[in-house]
């Protein structure tokens, strides 16, 4: 006695094998497109808050990189004024030993 578990397929068979194989197949091809998309806009997410971390940072630095600009400019223009006052002092030192000014 032949279990019909274990009977011969017929074409019908092998016809609906072959539509659900076929069916699955468009299931995984669908699901991979669906997936892909999802990364792609993920993606895109994680870029986006990556380039605003990035320029926040090179807002900050250039902001730094300003006002230390700015700082060492005043320092210098306060060192060149330093020295002209020393070096006007010299040259008035100089004139009078020399007699040139009288006071």
Do not use: C
């Amino acid at each position: 006695m032949v279990d019909a578990s274990q009977a011969p397929a017929t074409k019908q068979d092998v016809q609906m094998l072959m539509e659900e194989q076929t069916k699955l197949h468009i299931a995984i091809a669908d699901l991979e497109v669906r997936l892909e998309e999802k990364l792609d806009t993920k993606m895109d997410q994680k870029m986006e808050k990556w380039a605003q971390f990035l320029m926040r940072s090179i807002e900050v630095l250039f902001e730094n990189f300003s006002h230390n600009y700015i700082s060492a400019k005043k320092d210098l223009v306060e060192l060149l004024k330093d020295k002209l006052e020393n070096h006007n002092r010299r040259i008035e030192v100089l004139e009078r030993r020399a007699g040139l000014i009288f006071g």
